[in-house]
């Protein structure tokens, strides 16, 4: 059978608009989603895209609205399912609002995260969403505001950005875990954070160069001197940034003739190296230790004991940073949004009375 003219080659604009019996300027608008038309057109005007299944040229709409239809995502570590789920909040509304999303990895490095925004910005997004590797260091950042395009922050906040920030209550979820925990008679409760330092050594919540990890400690700590706990810095380990480096500083503190009664790991990544670790050294949860670990990754549900945890709102994060982000493209002015989502304590069974030895 022979072929019609529009289907044996790229359907264009032109061949949508005969199709619907409008002008091809009519068309270019539904197509290009500017301007506006009649409902009636409109639905003309798709019925006749599906008919014809027309692709739109993205390079000549690029030129023709000034937008790529794309918006880059920079985050700290995409194995990491706290960062795997908020970007599929993103992807999810993007794709709604009609843009791609072009993900970034920046290793919570400073440097790949600039090297990730040139290349994003060389790629001609339309904006970007970042979850900043240090929040004292974001020039780059205000480099995106001075270009125009929107800037949006998840789950890390940088106060001298007056942008759109999505994060989560971590200081007020620390506080409450750490309060569980001395409530249960625990007065050595260690942090474990990825975020390291020059010697390796936490000396004072100015160390911490990561929003949320900072805010989760600053919460923890504070719960502990509203306690009555003194020296508590000594108990927070930092620079547990790999499996390997994690191992090694929970099975040090673990051997240790002093070693912690309670543990409270800053991601599921970090709670999940001190569960087996705590295993392999025979340490019974909760008897031996105590856990509790920030997001409710799918793990922690299925151990034997189940790991209690800071459930965050990581898909609704990544949603509502989109959202913002669209809105922004969309039109939206004014001073930066910041929006708070609430977490929540989930308590299974790793968390117990502090053991006479560890109390």
């Not at 890390?156 to 925990?181: C, H, K, Y």
């Not at 330092?197 to 001197?225: K, N």
């Not at 009555?228 to 500083?249: C, F, H, K, Q, Y």
Request: glycine residues 8%.
């Amino acid at each position: 059978m022979e072929q019609s003219p529009a289907r044996s080659s790229a359907v264009t604009v032109a061949d949508v608009a005969r199709e619907a019996g409008v002008s091809k300027a009519t068309a270019a608008r539904v197509l290009g989603g500017y301007g506006t038309v009649s409902a009636k057109v409109r639905e003309a005007v798709k019925a006749a895209a599906a008919a014809l299944d027309y692709r739109p040229n993205e390079l000549a709409r690029s030129m023709t609205t000034g937008r790529s239809g794309t918006i880059g995502v920079v985050v700290g570590d995409i194995e990491n399912p706290f960062f795997s789920l908020a970007v599929r909040g993103i992807t999810d509304v993007a794709r709604l609002a009609g843009f791609n999303v072009i993900l970034s990895n920046s290793g919570e490095d400073v440097a790949a995260e600039k090297a990730a925004i040139r290349t994003l910005v060389a790629k001609r997004v339309d904006g970007i969403i970042v979850s900043p590797a240090k929040e004292g260091d974001v020039e780059h950042l205000k480099d995106i505001e001075r270009s125009g395009r929107p800037l949006a922050l998840l789950d890390r906040s940088a106060p001298s950005l007056n942008v759109d920030t999505v994060i989560a209550d971590d200081m007020q979820a620390a506080e409450g875990i750490t309060g569980l925990l001395i409530g249960r008679g625990h007065r050595r409760i260690a942090y474990i954070t990825a975020c390291d330092t020059a010697d390796h050594v936490f000396h004072s919540l100015d160390d911490i160069y990561t929003d949320s990890v900072r805010r989760r400690i600053e919460g923890h700590l504070g719960a502990c001197r509203e306690a009555s706990l003194t020296d508590m810095e000594e108990w927070v380990r930092v620079g547990a940034n790999s499996p390997e480096a994690t191992r090694r500083i929970v099975m040090n503190m673990l051997q240790s003739a002093q070693r912690p009664s309670a543990i409270i790991a800053s991601d599921s990544v970090i709670g999940l190296e001190v569960f087996k670790v705590a295993r392999e050294l025979g340490l019974t949860l909760p008897d031996d230790l105590s856990l509790v670990s920030f997001h409710d990754a799918d793990w922690t549900s299925v151990t034997s004991p189940p790991v209690t945890v800071v459930q965050q709102p990581v898909y609704q994060l990544g949603e509502a940073a989109a959202r913002l982000l669209v809105e922004r493209l969309n039109g939206e002015v004014g001073e930066g949004r910041r929006i708070v989502l609430q977490t929540r304590l989930i308590e299974r069974a790793s968390v117990g009375a502090a053991p006479s030895s560890g109390s």
